[in-house]
């Protein structure tokens, strides 16, 4: 029996990525009738099913998941052995709202600098929906927020965080717990890293709040404090601005809101780019904790 070509490979690695085998036909300019083919004579040839259908959606099995991060490596040494070294490489990259809106985008303009032909695409979702993308083969590296409970990636930490509560200038920066629980907390939905956090902590003091209201975006959720529907809570890297300009003020609190940003990776998977692109990130980062801090005014 032959082995699977080329064409085969880059199918499936098409319909994992889209759960979709129209999608992924487009994707490779075949057919709906070939692709359907192709994947027919690419299980024979393994001699195992590799997807489960549900409803429109393709679903990889046990046995595709476990094949995945070979076929990407796969993958990229025959993007390396056809593509010349003046043509680019691409990383898929799925993150939190922090680190996506507020590190990674100084960071991948440094990086591209070094590397002119750095090419990225960039997800942006909640940390919980990072990890989905990561399971289902839609990225290569994922950014998270606080802690992860699984043994499926490779996680390690990356930079400290700290996330405060802040309310309009017009507050008092001083309040009491009675007073701060009499606000309208303006909080992440929940699955985020930041309100994971928030929740812990208001947990170990017995605080509950008496209204919350949530919000998907840390610019609503500033938006609304600015115009007095409360006070909010979010990453310091998030209001720095804000702050600096007097627009918003930080509020003292009992809460110890501090947390990691990690990094998380398929097991067993390295490429040059993957692997030079991290170890940029964790030198970027020593070396902003390096960095003096500014002088007082």
């Known amino acids: 029996m ?24 487009e994707e490779q300019h075949l057919s709906q009738p070939a692709a359907s083919q192709a994947l027919k004579e690419l299980e024979q040839r393994l001699g195992t099913p590799l997807f489960l259908r549900q409803g429109r959606q393709l679903v990889p099995t046990q046995h595709t998941l476990d094949l995945l991060p070979k076929l990407q490596q796969l993958l990229d040494l025959q993007s390396e052995l056809i593509q010349s070294s003046g043509q680019t490489t691409e990383l898929r990259l799925v993150a939190s709202e922090t680190t996506g809106c507020y590190l990674l985008p100084q960071l991948l303009a440094q990086f591209s600098q070094l590397q002119p032909g750095f090419e ?25 927020e606080g802690p992860v409970l699984t043994d499926a990636f490779d996680i390690r930490l990356w930079r400290e965080d700290l996330t405060v509560l802040f309310g309009q200038p017009q507050l008092h920066q001083s309040l009491n717990a009675e007073q701060l629980l009499q606000q309208r907390w303006i909080v992440r939905e929940r699955g985020s890293g930041t309100r994971a956090v928030l929740e812990h902590e208001l947990a170990r003091l017995g605080w509950s709040p008496a209204r919350i209201l949530e919000l998907q975006r840390p610019e609503a959720i500033k938006q609304a404090v600015q115009h007095g529907l409360g006070i909010g809570c979010l990453p310091l890297l998030a209001i720095e601005q804000e702050l600096a300009s007097g627009q918003l003020i930080r509020l003292d609190s009992p809460l110890r809101l501090q947390r990691h940003f990690r990094i998380v ?7 040059p780019v993957l692997t030079g692109f991290i170890e940029f990130l964790f030198s970027a980062s020593a070396s902003s904790l390096r960095a003096p801090a500014p002088a007082a005014g």
């Not at 082995?3 to 036909?25: E, Q």
């Not at 990225?120 to 998270?144: D, H, P, R």
Request: charged residues 10%; positive net charge.
């Open 265 to 271: 990776q398929h097991k067993g998977y390295q490429s």
């Open 120 to 144: 990225f695409k960039l997800q942006l979702c909640n940390s919980s929906e990072v990890l989905q993308y990561m399971t289902a083969q839609q990225a290569q590296l994922g950014f998270i």
């Open 2 to 25: 032959n082995h699977p070509s080329p064409r085969h490979w880059l199918l499936l690695d098409a319909i994992c990525r889209l759960h979709s085998l129209s999608k992924a036909a």
